[in-house]
């Protein structure tokens, strides 16, 4: 069956970091008044390259559902016929796509879970926690959620304020926040992801008194990870070792 296309207007555009070059894009779905997706799904956009040929990209969608909109978050890429499209593009501008695709979304019943991004990979953990915390509500059960996120530098840090707002007002979710080649000055968390994923398996064993490892069964905790293929090879690879089953890890990749 022919896959539906939309077009999507750009309604608004957010510069998140001038070193990177990455931005936030709203975009308003012209042909339906809701544009239905689970948190964690992604649209495949269209168009044609310089030779008049058609390709898709796919990225994922930055946002929890809202009526007739959704969000992407983008970093320019020297060279790449979507990033640079994206990023050029101005309000009120569309571009066409179709969607929404995948399965990198929230297990049900929902566990006590730890979240773990680098760089854009963070973009389906805003949608996660839009749709798990949103305004006014709470759709997370009381569950215990963490988000672990790595880059190089603070400038990469993207949607900092918005999860430290989070962790201020919801003391079931917590955002470890870790930098690997950062100045001295900064007097967070450094290193990779992976040391501070330990970290908060060990916390949360603490906790809840559950044991982790081989000889224990499953336990109550889910992961997900989303960022490039050599931390999410590593971070899985980790959590095989420590006893995790398969079936607790959850991951996409992109290269």
Known sequence: MERRHYRGQLAKRVLLSEAEQC???EFRVEEVEVFGFAPGQFISLVAEDERGKQQTR????ASAPRAGGFDLCVNRVEGGLFSNLLCDMKVGEAVEFHGPHGMFVLKEPLTDSVLVATGTGIAPFR????????EGGDRSEGREIWLVYGTRHRTELYYEEYFEKVAAERKNFHYRKTLSRENADWMGL?????EHVARVVEEWSARTGQAVGREQPPFG???YICGLNEMVAETRELLKEMGWNRKQIVFERYD
């Open 23 to 25: 931005f936030h894009l």
């Open 58 to 61: 796919a990225y994922s969608i």
């Open 127 to 134: 949608g996660y926690v839009e749709w798990l915390f949103p």
């Open 190 to 194: 450094r290193g990779h992801v992976q």
């Open 221 to 223: 905790l889910h992961a």
